[in-house]
């Protein structure tokens, strides 16, 4: 942790995967500025590391920094909007609010989704965006892989949605179904996940190799997830406003949770990734040992973390999000909470990663991870394959 404060700086980076996009269907190139000017100026296509500052974005809390990432060899004739994939393959998919019934294709993800959900405090569960999944775990287990593979599946599993909303002419529905992750650690890169997808998509097609059809499935599956890397918890905060304002005008819930009636078909739920809630908490703690400063501030040195909670819960009631979220076995004093109540009491659905005990019996069947149900009454064995996938 860096010796300045955090909060000096509360503007977040947001890594934008659409490289092969259009601007109208990238969320980030409409996640707009919090106290910004009404018509900020774009920033321009950077490659990472790191690109030159922008003079125009320099009081904006976000910031599109597109990742530069190989494209597929093009055809000569680019398929058309309306036949960009072979929707064959994907008649018999299940309906999108299945995945959050138990359809991520982590088996111990969907074993804890069957369960009957824990009922928040003033959060009832009538709709999936009353969903959020907590996985929690010490460093090295698996979490940001668990929670890549839980985001694959997610994208690769909306294109039935997406190919009907395309079909219908339905633009508020064709821009739901994506990811946005903020990515608090630095940990999710664009690398890994493209390998995950391309797994997923060979597997959906029954295919061993990949070819054009599975090349261009994989640029609208890219098109679709967005990172965002925010310095402080202000700038998750303004992240978050901004995001909520944003997804309020593209796939709004009704006064009785449900999405508005605008749509023309069913549409998805956009699925929030926070990784990780500890970059919150030892911001937190940070300025909870400034010494004298703490009994000057003792009603607000909390208030950030609890700001952020609060926006999440804002958001989750008036848009159609999905959360879920990475938390760390955190070392702390007796009595001390590493994380909000307020967050504490909207988790519906939640799973522990741990390391295999060596010598064990999941140790001897070749397995190196175990997760644990929330009820600790079932524990799977896990491991990860080459390219990311979960076996």
Not at 200 to 214: F, G, M, P, V, W
Not at 352 to 365: C, H, M, P
Request: hydrophobic share 30%; with cysteine.
């Amino acid at each position: 942790m860096s010796d300045h404060d955090p909060d000096s700086n509360p503007t977040p980076t947001v890594v934008d995967l659409s490289k092969f996009c259009c601007p109208s269907q990238s969320l980030s190139s409409f996640i707009s500025s919090v106290g910004s000017s009404p018509n900020p100026t774009p920033a321009p296509a950077v490659t990472l590391p790191p690109p030159p500052p922008n003079p125009h974005l320099s009081h904006s809390p976000t910031c599109l920094l597109p990742i530069s990432i190989p494209p597929p060899p093009q055809s000569s004739s680019p398929p058309s909007k309306t036949s960009y994939l072979n929707y064959t393959y994907f008649n018999n998919s299940p309906p999108m609010p299945n995945f959050v019934q138990g359809n991520t294709n982590v088996s111990f993800v969907d074993s804890e989704l069957r369960r009957t959900p824990r009922t928040p405090r003033g959060v009832p569960i009538t709709s999936p965006s009353s969903l959020v999944f907590e996985i929690e775990g010490p460093s090295g287990v698996g979490k940001t892989s668990t929670l890549t593979s839980v985001v694959a599946q997610f994208v690769v599993s909306n294109y039935h949605t997406y190919h009907e909303a395309v079909l219908a002419n339905d633009e508020a529905t064709e821009m739901s179904g994506q990811v946005v992750v903020i990515d608090t650690e630095c940990g999710v890169f664009p690398a890994p996940l493209k390998s995950v997808l391309e797994a997923k998509i060979l597997s959906a097609l029954n295919k061993q190799a990949l070819d054009q059809e599975c090349r261009e499935m994989v640029e609208w599956a890219m098109q679709r997830i967005h990172i965002i890397r925010p310095s402080s918890t202000a700038g998750g905060i303004a992240a978050l406003e901004s995001l909520r304002h944003k997804l309020s005008t593209v796939n709004p819930l009704n006064q009785n949770g449900k999405i508005s009636q605008h749509h023309q078909i069913t549409a998805a739920p956009t699925l929030l990734c926070l990784d990780s809630l500890s970059a919150f908490h030892y911001h937190d703690k940070y300025v909870d040992n400034l010494g004298d400063f703490k009994d000057k501030t003792a009603n607000g040195v909390q208030s950030g973390l609890n700001d952020f909670f609060l926006l999440l819960t804002r958001l989750r009631n008036s848009c159609d999000v999905v959360v879920f979220a990475t938390k760390p076995h955190l070392y702390r004093k007796k009595n001390e909470n590493s994380t909000s109540t307020l967050w504490n009491n909207s988790v519906t659905h939640s799973v522990t990663l741990n390391n295999v005990i060596d010598g064990g019996d999941e140790d001897r069947a070749g397995y190196d991870k175990v997760a644990v149900s929330s009820d600790g009454t079932t524990t799977t064995p896990f491991k990860f394959d080459g390219r990311g996938g979960i076996l």
